[in-house]
C-alpha cells in the first residue's frame, strides 16, 4: 500500500511560481513512475509530468518550459515547480505513483492563478 501526502497548492498572480510535494509512505521504489496530473473543473485529469525509472522525465506540451519534475528518491518525494504560470494551469493537482499496474493517488491540491 502507498500514501501520497501533496502540499504547496496556493493562489497565486499570473506569471507566478510555485512548488508542489508529494511525500510517499509505504513501498516505493526508484523503479516506479512518480508524477503529477491535474484536472480543471469540466475537463478530464491530465497527465502534467511524471518521472520514470531512470530518471527519464515527460511533460504535457503545455507545460514544457515552465514545469520542472524531480524526485528525490532517500526521501520517496516528488517535486513540481511551477514556473511562469497561466490562468489555463488553474486547477486541482494530484500526486500520482504507478507501481506495476497498480495507480495511486493523492487527495490533490489545489493551484488558482488569478489576478
Known amino acids: 500500500q502507498v500514501q501520497l501526502v501533496e502540499s504547496g497548492g496556493g493562489l497565486v498572480q499570473p506569471g507566478g511560481s510555485l512548488r508542489l510535494s508529494c511525500a510517499a509512505s509505504g513501498s516505493v521504489s526508484s523503479t516506479n513512475v512518480m508524477g503529477w496530473y491535474r484536472q480543471a473543473p469540466g475537463k478530464q485529469r491530465e497527465m502534467v509530468a511524471r518521472v520514470l525509472g531512470g530518471g527519464i522525465t515527460d511533460y504535457a506540451d503545455s507545460v514544457k518550459g515552465r514545469f520542472t519534475i524531480s524526485r528525490d528518491n532517500a526521501r520517496n518525494t516528488v517535486y513540481l515547480q511551477m514556473n511562469s504560470l497561466k490562468p489555463e494551469d488553474t486547477a486541482v493537482y494530484y500526486c500520482?505513483?504507478?507501481?506495476?499496474?497498480?495507480?495511486?493517488w493523492g487527495q490533490g491540491t489545489q493551484v488558482t492563478v488569478s489576478s
Open positions: 500520482n505513483v504507478l507501481k506495476g499496474w497498480q495507480n495511486y
